[in-house]
Structure formats: structure tokens, C-alpha cells
């Protein structure tokens, strides 16, 4: 959980994904009415804000960009702030980049930002454990969320939003007997959306790694949920890619800061990208029948 991955898979321009029976693909263009999502929210992760690179300014423009799109709300996939988990960081360096996350965060003060913690937001190297900075509690403080995994419900949907930063990436068993109470106690009609830092299905964890190790357990609960679980977005990656199994869709949607907010990798098919995906964020639209549509934007700064 302390390195950093180069990954991908995108087009230069918006990537609509959907629900679908078989298969995440584009919305049917012959569609003869025209439904009305009753949710529309921002998926933006791996913002991974620092004082270099113009990031805050940059950061800040596109935050206005999404305001602008009629959204509900924004929910934040983790790797807030640049780095505070690798070792010799000081401790003026982390609140700096904090600092900065939560004054970018004035451009979208109207709306309401629900984040997960991503293995880049924790402070591990505090002079010792009974720190206030040290670990999760920290994170937890500064992206002004309830618990380091925790839920929620809106227009008929319910959010799940979840803690993989644990060893070999997973759910702890606290939290995986939280997540299975939590699903058992749903109405069988209530559509679920769950967001985690680290993708639980995916394609391009098999050449990058960092997906759930639990993957295997975590989709058993969802088949037995099938009719709740509708989609699980994720990050960390900072590559973008879908794939849809037993009726459950994993969107894991780029990164807003591309490579790092730098000029792009070896790899890199334009500036920022890395890899083939260009620096970005998702729309979803959320729609009472419980189908949704996953659309990435790439950011051009």
C-alpha cells in the first residue's frame, strides 16, 4: 500500500458506461423515452493535491468545471493529498497538503463531498502511534467523514462507502460483518452503490496489482445481494476500466490528477495521461429503477 502505480485504458474524449444484462456498454441510442436520473453525482478520486505543478489552481478549475454540470453531490475515492504514507515525510509537509485539499475544497463549499481513504492519505510515520496525526483518525478529521467506512442513503439509493486500507488490501473482519449486516437490512428494491479506494473487479489490476485481495468473498455477498448491488466505482489505479459480473458493474474511473499532475509517463498518449487514460472524472447518473450510466470526462489543464 506504499508504492505508487502507473496504470490505464481510455479515449481522449467521454466514456459512457451503463447498466446492461450481459455486459457494461454504451446507452442504447433507439431508447423511445427519455428517463430522468434522480440522482446525478461526481466521481472524482486520486486527486493527490500538492503545492507544485500549479495543482491547487488546476484543481480549483475543475472543481468549478463539475459544479457547473448540475450535480447532487461529489463523492471523493481516496489519495486526497499527494503522499503522507511513504517514510521520512515530515510532519509540516502533510498538514501542508491537507491544508491545501481543504482550501481547494471552498469552491465546492454548496455541496456535500463523501470521501473514502485512500493508502496515500495516511500518516504512518508519526514519531509514535498516540500522535493525533498518526493513521486513519487523521484522515478521517480532515476529509470530514463519520468513520473510516460508513453509509448512507439518497433519492432511494444507498451509498456504502468502504476501508480497504488494511493488510493484503481487504475488509477488515469488523467491517466485513458491518458490510454484510448493512445489506442484509436493505428492502429488496433499494439499489446499492459502493465506493472503495482499491478496485474489488477489474482489468488492469492483472498487469498493475492493487485490487481487493478479498475480491473473491466480497462478490459472494454481492451475488447474494444481486438485486441491491448495482455498481462498486473505485480508483487508485489512475487508470480507467469497467467490467461487469453477476449483474454487479466496477467502474474504476481514472484519476483526477492524471499521472500526478505531471507531464505523463513513457507510456503516456497525451499530456498528464498516464498510460492510455487521460486525467479526468466520472458522472453518474443514478435512475429509480436502479440502472445508472458511468461517464468519464477527461480534464484538459
Known sequence: MKRRNFIGLASAG????????LFAGSVTADMKTVKKPVLKIAHITDVHIRPEENAPLRFRKCLREISGLGIDFFLNGGDAIYAADYDGIPRERVRAQWKIWKDCLIEISDYPVYSCIGNH?????????DDPMYGKDFVVQSLGIPHRYYSFSAKGWHFIILDGNNPSVSLDEEQFGWLENELAQLPANTPVLLMSHYPILGVTPYWEGG???DYKRLKTLFYKHKDNVKLCLSGHQHLLDSVT???TSYFCNGALSGFWWEKGDDYSAGKG?????????AIIEL???GTFSNTYIPHRY
Do not use: F, K, R
Request: hydrophobic share 25%.
Open 14 to 21: 467521454s466514456v459512457t458506461l451503463s447498466a446492461a444484462p
Open 121 to 129: 492519505d495516511i500518516w504512518w510515520d508519526a514519531p509514535d502511534q
Open 211 to 213: 485490487m481487493h485481495s
Open 273 to 281: 495521461y498516464c498510460q492510455e487514460t487521460p486525467p479526468g472524472y
Open 245 to 247: 459480473y453477476n449483474g
Open 287 to 289: 435512475y429509480s429503477d
